[in-house]
């Protein structure tokens, strides 16, 4: 007996609703549950981030690139930052760096707090979000001990830092991951393991690497998949290559590999190895170092272009600068993970339940202002 | 109740000239506000509670601002509500979505009229008190449809169509359940319901654990009935893990969404009225309603120290898997159960039934209700037809024959 087919229905999700992660819209075509096509709609928030780019000094930019990816302000800046400093071929101090890594990781943590906590509140579960977000507030607090903003920091800048860290802060970066661990073992008990929640999550939406290298993801979703792409260990920059970190696969323990499950899990998984990144790099950090000693008067890169990639947490953001010499990028091109990460919905949400779709959405964690830009 | 009243109001000289079919009028509508006061304050006290309750599983302080720590904030929101726009959405079929909230209020709280509070304190004891609750909270779904479809957007279409097949999927369950507890009892009757579960019993009539005689102990199939009651009856009141009908992070509000202001109140007031219903019929039907869990005072003073030992296990259970003290529980309870042993009084007041046991009991299941709602996810529509379907209801047909079987082999029915 085939599947009885009703009159088809345009749903309009968004670009107010409360599940789609900010302003985008989603165009459903639905038959009665079933969703048999899905178009997103973007640009809901565009604030043409890469023409502003053109009109603005390089160090004017640092700011505007913590606005795209708002919930991992540090990984934009940190990208954007490295991106000029290969251009003009500017050596850090090592404390400098370490200090990077260690607020990049930080900010993957909240990141993927806000992630993981979405995650669950997509499929009706409440509390563990709030949980998530009780740890990001410990995360916030420290950066803004370091760098006085809580959302958007305009921390790291071309060639080091805005300031070095204020005293106190090691001790305290210490204090919450001694006890991060045992939080994240709270979420599992609460989220991962409900029987419920893997109902909802395992075996829905799953994505095959081919498909996920098809459309261009990166990231935690490609990495549910099976792939094993991290750009901080497939191509080590900063100093990524002295810390010793797993990088966690899609395993399909409770269903198949790159299913909405395994999304959510790599995203668990990768929290407890930047906090044993942070640990590492908190051990090594050396005591002396000016943080603002690289920092150049002038900033005109030479003549040329530029690709330089990162790992955000959201999955390989890239900059594209092609520079005249002068003060001004002639083109500043953002390659944004979560828009090629969002661009996959059609395909592995297709003939799912409403439901199912938004479970999809929230597994593949997008943030609409580095999609829009 | 309602005679009783006019009774009383015709044993006044000055009144007992309106006559016995007037004051039985007056009465009638006293009581019928009475119920309506009680509902619409006990969603008060439960909007209260529950946001506390949640603000308490997730590491919150809740509601603090208006009132000594916020008891008054539900009150503000309420009036809140009273004052808003009034806003009809001109696509809107008018009528069925101005009566659309109605429908739900009324049919959430006329059911209460057959809910035995105490002994004496019911609205109308009928001899088919079970079979009106069950038929009259069904209705409830008639004014979700007509709201939903009134409002003339998509997700509450969704909502309402949603809920339409929950609640009457979940319905046949629910009614085979209730019908094992009615083969015990024999009768429809609430009010004989309680009285069939007073005294001390063995639990499961053979295993010699002196408990109340309440159906919950009855027989093992009896004790999963319990269970599936409860599970059955949150999905009908569209509570989570079942509150797909409204489930906020899909369908927007479901079929709530064009709704503000006072008809939004409405709805809201008779949700907490159909979880106070569900709660009161868990422990009218298995719980013994307003019996008392102690036969006699000595039982009150033994019972309570066996809650204290469980209480002082717990502690024990708490400290050694958290590390964390939690007092409150084994306090409370050592308070109590000195107080029962201090002052007979006290212990005799225990061991009667009334209102505060029906209260107590009802607390709990809200309470529970309240718990599910803040640790489970959501269940997925057609994961919520399976659990019906294939599970709760073959587990009802079962439990229905079980029930028999048992009657039969501990001899209180005989062929």
Known sequence: ?373 | MIQLLANWILSFDILSGMGNSVAWGLSLFIVAALIFVFVAANAIVLVYIERKVSAFMQVRLGPMRVGKFGTLQTVADALKLLQKEDIIPKMADKVLFIIGPWVILVASVVTFAAIPFSDTLLAANMNIGLFYVVSISSIVVLGIVMAGWASNNKWSLYGAMRSAAQIISYEIPVGITLIAVVAVVGSLNLQTMIQAQAGTGNLFHWIPIPLPNWFIFHSPFLFIAAFVYLIGATAEINRTPFDIPESESELVAGFMTEFSGLRWALFFLSEYANATLVALLVSIIFLGGWQSPFADYEGAQIGFSVITLVAIMWTLFVRAKTGRLSVYPLGLSLVITIAAWLFPGFAIWMASPGIFWMLMKAGTIIFLLMWFRWTFPRLRVDQLMYVSWKVILPLSLINLMGVAIWMWLTGEIQF
């Not at chain 1, 023409?51 to 930019?61: F, G, V």
């Not at chain 1, 006085?148 to 300031?163: K, M, S």
């Not at chain 1, 590999?257 to 640990?279: H, P, Q, T």
């Open chain 1, 1 to 373: 007996m085939g599947r009885l087919h009703a009159e088809e229905m345009v749903l309009n999700m968004g670009p107010q609703h409360p599940s789609t992660h900010g302003v985008l819209r989603l165009k459903l075509r639905t038959d009665g549950e079933i969703v048999s096509h899905i178009e997103p709609v973007i640009g809901y928030l565009h604030r043409s981030f890469e023409k502003h780019a053109e009109n603005l000094e390089y160090q004017m930019i640092t700011p505007f690139t913590g606005r795209c990816d708002y919930l991992a302000a540090i990984g934009s800046e940190h990208g954007y930052a490295m991106a000029v400093e290969k251009m003009m071929g500017i050596e850090l101090p090592e404390r400098v760096e370490y200090l990077r890594v260690i607020f990049a990781e930080f900010q993957r943590i909240a990141s993927h707090l806000v992630a993981v906590g979405t995650f669950g509140l997509d499929v009706g579960a409440i509390t563990p979000f709030i949980y998530c977000f009780r740890e990001r507030e410990l995360i916030l607090d420290l950066f803004e001990m370091a760098s006085g903003a809580r959302l958007l920091y305009n921390y790291i800048w071309i060639g080091g830092l805005a300031h070095d860290v204020p005293p106190g802060f090691v001790e305290k970066a210490y204090e919450f991951l001694d006890a991060f661990d045992e939080r994240v073992a709270e979420y599992n008990q609460i989220l991962t393991g409900n029987k419920i929640f893997i109902e909802r999550a395992a075996d829905i939406g799953v994505m095959t690497p081919e498909v996920a290298i098809n459309y261009g993801v990166t990231g935690p979703s490609l990495r549910a998949s099976g792939v094993n792409i991290d750009i901080r260990r497939t191509e080590p920059y900063s100093i990524y290559d002295r810390f010793d970190f797993d990088v966690p696969l899609g395993q399909g323990l409770q269903g198949t590999i790159g299913d909405s499950w395994d999304r959510y899990y790599v995203r668990v998984l990768e929290m407890n190895e930047s906090a044993k990144i942070i640990r590492q790099a908190l051990d090594q950090l050396p005591v002396e170092g000016d943080v603002k000693s690289a920092i150049p008067r002038r900033i005109r890169p030479p003549k040329g272009e530029i690709y330089f990639r990162s790992e955000n947490p959201r999955g390989e953001l890239g900059y594209y600068i092609v520079s005249n010499g002068k003060n001004v990028p002639l083109r500043l091109k953002m390659r944004s993970p979560a828009f090629s990460n969002l661009s996959v919905i059609n395909e592995i949400g297709q003939g799912w339940m409403i439901s199912d779709v938004i479970a999809i959405l929230g597994s593949l964690d997008i943030v609409l202002g580095e999609i829009d830009r």
